[in-house]
């Protein structure tokens, strides 16, 4: 069965320094989202692509974090400078969402970011 | 505007009693409705969803849920807990653009 692949699971990193996450969505998901969840609580919402264009990335803190999905498949997510706060579970999900529809998200294992 | 709010932060039960997580939802639209499954440490997996089709929907691993308009509601149930149940569970309502909006979760203990 086709996944959403994430590398790397975890990352330990000290602030101030730079972090990158990979993203590898379902082959054939237009729609590929990223996701931040912080202990005990639900996911939230960073940045969402159709394609290779960004769709919403208004809850993204642009000041120290941004995405690309270049060719419109793979997708990386970079925090630079890493604060303490951002300690957290990163998750990817893509869809095969169409206009029209509803459609569910497949989520990748996430990566678990550990700033000290 | 679409919301969630899931009424319990933890369920404990006993091993082969039912399971219950209560999961109410606002929205703007016509909504679609699933549940998530969560393990420590684990991406999240899809154990149900409705669409507007039938009201009474059923999942993996015996879980259902009831769509229910009046009360603007879409509990989870199973009649019997196994102990591979205990994770953590999200409810979420989407828009038309197919953005999630998770409840904050209900952690599901059970009992041996």
């Known amino acids: 069965e086709a996944e959403v692949a994430q590398s790397p699971r975890y990352k330990i990193t000290e602030k101030s320094q730079a972090v990158a996450f990979w993203c590898d969505p379902i082959s054939g998901h237009a729609t590929l989202y990223w996701y931040r969840q912080i202990l005990g609580q639900g996911p939230e919402l960073l940045v969402q692509f159709q394609d290779e264009s960004v769709v919403d990335d208004s809850q993204l803190p642009k000041d120290r974090f941004s995405a690309e999905r270049l060719k419109g498949v793979d997708s990386t997510l970079k925090i630079q400078p890493a604060e303490l706060g951002d300690s957290a579970m990163y998750l990817c999900?893509?869809?095969?969402?169409?206009?029209?529809?509803?459609?569910?998200?497949?989520f990748g294992p996430g990566t678990r970011l550990t700033v000290l | 505007a679409q919301s969630v709010t899931q009424l319990d932060s933890h369920v404990s039960v006993s091993e082969g009693t039912p399971v219950l997580l209560r999961c109410n939802y606002s929205s703007s639209y016509s909504p679609s409705l699933f549940w998530y499954v969560q393990h420590p440490n684990k991406g999240l997996q899809l154990l149900l969803k409705?669409?507007?089709?039938?009201?009474l929907v059923k999942g993996i691993n015996g879980f259902e849920a009831e769509f229910k308009k009046s009360e603007t509601s879409f509990h989870l149930t199973k009649p019997s807990a196994h102990m591979s149940d205990a994770a953590e569970y999200f409810c979420?309502?989407?828009?038309?653009?197919?953005?999630?909006?998770f409840g904050t979760g209900t952690s599901l203990t059970v009992i041996p």
């Open positions: 409705y669409t507007s089709a039938a009201t």
């Open positions: 999900a893509s869809s095969n969402h169409r206009v029209s529809d509803y459609n569910e998200q497949f």
């Open positions: 979420v309502v989407s828009d038309p653009g197919n953005q999630f909006y």
